[in-house]
């Protein structure tokens, strides 16, 4: 139904900036709340922000406030993520994800894409 893929990970020295790009394909919902969440090895993974269809509700994990920006082009199906000042604790595999129920935040995603390797070095 809704198939999601991530871009634009890569390597990054510390206080750099990145831009992460997830491409919907399929039948997308106009209530979908579209996240990111990342996966460090041998750590679970973590929500890091989410954005309504409105965007009229963003969340962010409190590490990346104010360093990372979510925003989302409806038009196109695509959701973005923004990094600045990069630092080495970014280091993860970023993934993003849909919320069929429009809540975002930390509720449950339906569907996931397949990751994209960002690595910040020190």
């Known amino acids: 139904q809704v198939q999601l893929v991530e871009s634009g990970g890569g390597l990054v020295q510390a206080g750099g900036s990145l831009r992460l790009s997830c491409a919907a394909s399929?039948?997308?919902?106009?209530?979908?709340?579209l996240g990111w969440f990342r996966q460090a090895p041998g750590k679970e993974r973590e929500f890091v922000a989410s954005?309504?269809?409105?965007?009229?509700?963003?969340t962010y994990l409190n590490s990346v406030k104010g360093r990372f920006t979510i925003s989302r082009d409806n038009a196109k199906n695509m959701l973005y993520l923004q990094m600045n000042s990069l630092k080495p604790e970014d280091t993860a595999v970023y993934y993003c994800?849909?919320?069929?129920?429009?809540?975002?935040?930390?509720?449950?995603?339906?569907?996931w894409g397949q990751g994209t390797q960002v690595t910040v070095s020190s």
């Open positions: 994800a849909a919320d069929s129920r429009g809540f975002g935040g930390l509720g449950e995603y339906d569907y």
């Open positions: 399929g039948r997308t919902l106009s209530t979908y709340a």
């Open positions: 954005i309504t269809w409105s965007r009229s509700s963003i």
